[in-house]
């Protein structure tokens, strides 16, 4: 694997940390809203966070598979 692919792949197994601690965290609490921050919404479900924690987990495979 190529540098920039080995750093993409850093970076994505972070984010699904990062998510997968979200997750648990709003699952713990019981918080499943959207909540209007500025011109955005953000949401607070467990689920979108653990949709977030699967995509990152599919690319790093496609990632580590290519050559």
């Known amino acids: 694997m190529d540098e920039s692919r080995q750093r993409v792949v850093q970076f994505l197994e972070k984010e699904i940390k990062t998510y997968g601690a979200l997750a648990l965290f709003l699952a713990k609490k019981g918080i499943k809203e959207q909540v ?3 011109h955005k919404g953000v949401f607070l479900r ?3 966070y ?9 690319l790093v495979n496609e990632l580590r598979k290519t050559h």
Do not use: I, L, S, W
């Open 50 to 58: 653990n949709d977030r924690v699967k995509e990152a987990k599919k």
């Open 36 to 38: 209007q921050v500025g």
């Open 46 to 48: 467990p689920t979108y």
